[in-house]
């Protein structure tokens, strides 16, 4: 079962009296409970947070699964976004994450055999001008190549 | 003619960054100033400036302002930061070189609409600009620049950052608000604009971040003074972030009115042995111009509607002759479609059947009737939904379709691309 950690569950309720209303400390609770289980939000974090925000599990649920930034099921260890809209698209972005992909033996959107890596395409970070890139868990990397993007993944712990 | 730095004047120095650069380079002198003005005053003074809407619609801010209703109701401000039209980069490079600028407009706009409070709403996304808006935030506090009695004016304003999780929609500004609410960030019909009835039903103002920016300037030279730059309806400077197949991609602040070919120069020109084929001048959802277009217009809000499209964000995409047409369209109907929120049918349905179609060409299944079905659904799509976004998907289309539609027919009748030689498959997976 998951439980938030005591300065999740500070974090989450100093989120709850931050705002006008209550309803809007739920995004910031879903970030703050899908770090502390490894990426993703689960049914279990949802009545976990459910319970602790005093929220119904079905309100939650509904902004959950409206924004790209919650997982709805397991990533990697390190979950590596390559945008691949048009800016990224014009400078080989999708080649950039076949190339990945192809290295690291895993389809897009799944999970390496040693739980390390997930690959996805997704839609504009706002890194257009130094394109192609891509988001490692919470960073940027950008102007990339083949090479040097592999070479950026090989060396995280 | 070279970049004309006027917002982005101190934006090489990392000192500016922080408060001590910030106030050392002029900062929060025009804070000072404006809360000693009275706040119509300032709202005369932009309406006067001609400043537009630098998020996409272009829309007057001095009247937006003006839309607010005259009583002592609350009413908050809110800064557009989700910046998610593809192409797009310019509010990024302004949290993250100039913080205070952005909080420094932003009092100065707060202070003339009579808000005590506002939020930045940012994209998740964007953790390092995050981190720079809230430390910049937190150093204002301890300066007495925001909350109780600014400047000693008996003005108080509290101002807080709001962190999206990832929608294209919640940049729409009823769909940030449902977002800031702790809902579903799915716009709302309008009339009631924002203005009216915005965030928590309260009165509601909406800018970008550029535009709030902006507003610092205005106070410091003046409307006369701002509208030295631009034409005369396009008045100021603007940011242009130039993408896609130029030598040195990047941000460029020029007077509004500047030539769209002399832009492409400033971001190092196309690459050697290239030729330019098509650029989309205002953010993804702004129609596409052939070389020939892009070579005469310009770039204000005026020359590039009479061209049949817009300056929306500012991001100018450009696109070389080793591009394949079809290919880049399924690039954008992918986005739109994955990006519809899905509470009107027509934007629903009509993205993804254009994703579909544009995919069935690509992959080798198109009909040559496809063509002008693209065409059908796109125009069904125009003006009958909450919010622009299903607009913002069918233009594009018609544009792509219309001026490259050899390109489109050639990967019917052959199942490859005329530019590339190769099919879908080849081509990047
Ligand atoms: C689908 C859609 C997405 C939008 N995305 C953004 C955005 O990312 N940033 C932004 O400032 N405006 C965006 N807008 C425009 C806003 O709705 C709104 O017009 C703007 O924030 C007003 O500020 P301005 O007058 O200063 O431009 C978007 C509009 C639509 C229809
Ligand atoms: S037009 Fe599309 S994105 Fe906008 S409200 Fe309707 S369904 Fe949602
Ligand atoms: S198009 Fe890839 S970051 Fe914007």
Known sequence: MFQLSSEGLQAVKKELSRYETKDSAIIPSLFIAQKENNGWVSKDVVDHLSKVMEIPESKINEVFKFYTMFNQKPVGKYHVQVCATISCALVGARELSSHLCHELKVKHNEVTEDGRFTI???????SCGTAPMMQVNDRYYENLTNESAMNILRGLK | MSEVKYLTEFYHLNEFQGLEGYKKNGGYVEAAKALKMKPEEIIDEVKKSGLRGRGGAGFSTGMKWGFLPKNNEPRYLLCNADEGEPGTFKDRLMMERAPHQLIEGMIISAFAINSKKSYIYI????????????????????????????????????????????????????????????????????????????????????????????????????????????????????????????????????????????????????????????????????????????MKATMDYENLASLGTMLGSGAVIVIDDSQCMVDMLGTLTHFYHHESCGQC???????????????????????????????????????????????????????????????????????RSQVKGTNYAQMHH
């Not at chain 2, 009958?384 to 998907?393: E, F, G, K, N, Q």
């Open chain 1, 120 to 126: 996805s395409r997704v839609e504009c970070l706002g």
């Open chain 2, 123 to 294: 994209r998740g996304e964007y953790d390092y600009p995050i981190a720079c808006v809230r430390k910049a935030i937190e150093e204002a506090y301890a300066a007495g620049y925001l909350g109780k009695n600014i400047f000693g004016s008996g003005f108080d304003h509290d101002m807080d950052v709001y962190v999206g999780a990832g929608a294209y929609i919640c940049g729409e500004e009823t769909g940030m608000i449902s977002s800031l609410e702790g809902l579903k960030g799915q716009p709302k019909l309008k009339p009631p604009f924002p203005a009216v009835q915005g965030y928590l039903r309260k009165p509601t103002i909406v800018n970008n971040v550029e535009t709030l920016a902006a507003v610092k300037y205005i106070i410091r030279d003046g409307a006369q003074g701002y509208k030295k730059y631009g034409t005369e309806k396009s008045t100021g400077t603007k940011l242009f972030s130039v993408s896609g197949n130029v030598m040195k991609p990047g941000n460029f602040e020029v007077p509004l009115g500047y030539p769209l070919k002399d832009l492409i120069e400033l971001a190092g020109g196309m690459k050697p042995g290239r030729k330019l084929k098509a650029v989309i001048p205002g953010g993804s959802s702004a129609p596409v111009l052939n070389a020939e277009e892009a």
């Open chain 2, 345 to 415: 049918t027509p934007c629903r349905e009509g993205t993804g059947w254009l994703d579909k179609i544009v995919h069935s060409i690509l992959e080798g299944r198109g009909r040559l009737q496809d063509i002008d079905l693209l065409i059908k659904v796109a125009d069904n799509m125009k003006g009958r939904t909450i919010c622009a976004l299903s607009d913002a998907a069918a233009l594009p289309v018609l544009s792509f379709v219309s001026k490259f539609r050899e390109e489109f027919e050639f990967f019917v009748r052959e199942g």
